[in-house]
T-cell receptor
Framework: DTEVTQTPKHLVMGMTNKKSLKCEQH?????MYWYKQKAKKPPELMFV???????INESVPSRFSPECPNSSLLNLHLHALQPEDSALYLC??????????????FGPGTRLTVT | QKEVEQDPGPLSVPEGAIVSLNCTYS??????FMWYRQYSRKGPELLMY????GNKEDGRFTAQVDKSSKYISLFIRDSQPSDSATYLC????????????FGDGTTLTVKP
């Protein structure tokens, strides 16, 4: 099973709201990622977790707060977002950052609209 | 100059054609090469990956890497309308695990 699931599929939120995106994988992968993708652009890395610890933060604004409660779950908490944060948010996983295996498996994404 | 260059297209071909998608790169440290397919409003789907120069085949898809020329290709044989999507190349260096550098993607339409 090479599936990464994400909920919700769509989310509309106001600039004062707090919401969370959820990602789950059951492939036994120990690296999990959050990406942001704007229309007609490639995915842009936001965060990487390795063995449930934050490994990479690509200077993402603090209004985005990631959390990795266990090896299968990854959350992205959203607060006080701006309209320019509207995008497709993608979760991905890979076997591990330690193993020479760089291929990532992506979820279907959450399409976020900030009003 | 971008580290990875990919012609955005769009590319339109008739059904059954052989499609060639290409990326060039400037960072000679790239050692891992991936191709993803992304349908409209969906997440990218890993198609193929390779760690070395040469060819790798999977069904109708062949990935080719030429490290000496810093050039990678994805060939699709007997293209089908269901192959219509955006194709993204991605590359990683061994010492920077977790970070892939993506091309901008090539949009392909296969017409019946």
């Amino acid at each position: 099973d090479t599936e990464v699931t994400q909920t919700p599929k769509h989310l509309v939120m106001g600039m004062t709201n707090k919401k969370s995106l959820k990602c789950e994988q059951h492939m036994g992968h120990r690296a999990m990622y959050w990406y942001k993708q704007k229309a007609k652009k490639p995915p842009e890395l936001m965060f990487v977790y390795s063995y449930e610890k934050l490994s990479i933060n690509e200077s993402v604004p603090s209004r985005f707060s990631p959390e990795c409660p266990n090896s299968s779950l990854l959350n992205l908490h959203l607060h006080a977002l701006q309209p320019e944060d509207s995008a497709l948010y993608l979760c991905a996983s890979s076997q591990s950052l330690a193993v020479l295996s760089y291929e990532q498996y992506f979820g279907p994404g959450t399409r976020l609209t900030v009003t | 100059q971008k580290e990875v260059e990919q012609d955005p297209g769009p590319l339109s071909v008739p059904e059954g054609a052989i499609v060639s998608l290409n990326c060039t790169y400037s960072n000679s440290a790239f050692q891992y090469f991936m191709w993803y397919r992304q349908y409209s409003r969906k997440g990218p789907e890993l198609l193929m990956y390779t760690y070395s120069s040469g060819n790798k085949e999977d069904g109708r898809f062949t990935a080719q890497v030429d490290k000496s020329s810093k050039y990678i290709s994805l060939f699709i044989r007997d293209s089908q309308p269901s192959d219509s999507a955006t194709y993204l190349c991605a590359m990683s260096v061994r010492t920077n695990a977790g970070k892939s550098t993506f091309g901008d993607g090539t949009t392909l339409t296969v017409k019946p």
